[in-house]
C-alpha cells in the first residue's frame, strides 16, 4: 500500500513537472526570442546573459520531466545504499526506548493530568 502512494506521489511529481515545462518552455522561447532581438537592435551581446541560467533551469526541468534524470536519480541512490551505507545512519545512532522515555519524562504534552 505504501509503494503505491510512493507511486502516485511519484508520477504526480512528473506529472507537476511537465506541466510546468509547458509554461516556462513558453516563457524561456519568448524571453530568447526578445532578448536577441534586443541584442540585435542595441549592439549589445550583455542582452543575452540570461538566457545561459534560464536554459540551465530548462533543460533541467525537460530531463525530469521528459528524460532520464529519475532513473539517474534512482540509479544513484542505489549505488549510495549499497556503497556507502554509513552516510544514512542516524546521528548518536538509532532512537532507544530509554531515549523516548527522557523526551516523555521532559515534555508537557505527554504529561498525565
Given amino acids: 500500500l505504501q ?5 502516485r506521489q511519484a508520477a504526480m511529481q512528473i506529472a507537476s513537472t511537465r506541466e510546468f515545462l509547458k509554461y516556462f518552455g513558453t ?6 526570442v526578445v532578448l536577441t532581438t534586443g541584442a540585435m537592435k542595441r ?3 550583455a542582452f543575452l546573459m540570461p538566457i ?19 532513473q539517474r536519480i ?3 541512490a542505489e549505488n549510495i545504499l549499497d556503497t556507502q551505507s554509513t552516510l544514512l545512519e542516524l546521528p ?3 532512537l532507544t526506548f530509554e531515549d523516548l522515555e527522557k523526551i516523555r ?6 504529561r498525565e493530568k
Fill in 3 to 7: 509503494n503505491l502512494m510512493r507511486e
Fill in 27 to 32: 516563457f524561456f522561447g519568448l524571453s530568447a
Fill in 43 to 45: 549592439k549589445n551581446p
Fill in 52 to 70: 545561459l541560467p534560464l536554459s540551465f533551469v530548462f533543460a533541467y526541468n525537460y530531463d525530469m520531466g521528459y528524460g532520464t534524470l529519475l
Fill in 74 to 76: 534512482k540509479g544513484e
Fill in 92 to 94: 548518536k545512532g538509532p
Fill in 105 to 110: 519524562s521532559q515534555t508537557k504534552f505527554f
